[in-house]
């Protein structure tokens, strides 16, 4: 059965940071790509970042966090992580890291892990 | 590309048929739109994607049909756990985006 956990969420004062990590379980980690996607009761769900699978490294970042967020995975540990630095008030969120499907390139999401909590205190 | 999800919520008892619909700024690629269920406390489930394809395990009463840049998701007939928030989500178009949503509640 496939697990994600994330954790490392909290309270941050604005301008500082956190770091993210997403725990997986329960399936072949290099194979996929993973992303993290953010939710908030007023924005919804927005895309955040991704990294590809199949033992690539290749990162995506949407332009709202580019140049402060960078997204990482430890394949021997079947880990990902999520650096923010420079975080605002509008990157309060709950953080969910999610599956990609097996479809290469095409970013669907079949697993999402319970989320962690962000909070931007200015 | 933005997606516009109606109506906002949808209040109607088990055993009802419930239609919702998400339309596209523009048109999306290779019809990638994705339909995801949530309920309180819980992340997001894929439900639909390929626009009408079903995702391993969901019942047959969740379907969907559209292209280009109108899409809907259909429950023939509600149950009970059928009462969530509905997503949809285009992947065909860089970056990709979500709806914002549409709650569908008990009358």
């Known amino acids: 059965e496939v697990h994600l956990l994330e954790s490392g969420g909290g309270l941050v004062q604005r301008g500082g940071s956190l770091r993210l990590s997403c725990a997986t379980s329960?399936?072949?980690?290099?194979?996929?790509?993973m992303s993290w996607v953010r939710q908030t009761p007023e924005k919804g769900l927005e895309w955040v970042s991704g990294?590809?699978?199949?033992?690539?490294?290749?990162?995506y970042y949407a332009d709202s966090v580019k140049g402060r967020f960078t997204i990482s995975k430890d394949n021997s540990k079947s880990t990902l992580y999520l650096q923010m630095d420079s975080l605002r008030g509008e990157d309060t969120a709950t953080y969910y890291c999610a599956k990609e499907t097996a479809m290469i390139g095409v970013p669907l999401f079949d697993q999402w892990g319970q989320g962690t909590l962000v909070i931007v205190s200015s | 590309i933005v997606l516009t999800q109606s109506p906002g919520t949808l209040s109607l008892s088990p055993g009802e048929r419930a239609t919702l619909s998400c339309g596209a700024s523009?048109?999306?690629?290779?019809?990638?739109l994705a339909w995801y269920q949530q309920k309180p406390g819980q992340p997001p489930r894929l439900l639909i994607y390929g626009a009408s394809t079903r995702a391993t395990g969901i019942p047959d009463r969740f379907s969907g049909r559209g292209s280009g840049t109108d899409f809907t998701l259909t429950i023939s007939r509600l149950e009970p756990e059928d009462f969530a928030v509905y997503y949809c989500q285009q992947y065909g178009n860089t970056p990709l985006s979500f709806g914002g949503g549409a709650k569908v509640d008990i009358k």
């Open positions: 523009q048109s999306v690629s290779r019809d990638y």
């Open positions: 329960g399936f072949t980690f290099t194979k996929y790509a």
């Open positions: 990294i590809s699978g199949g033992g690539g490294d290749d990162t």
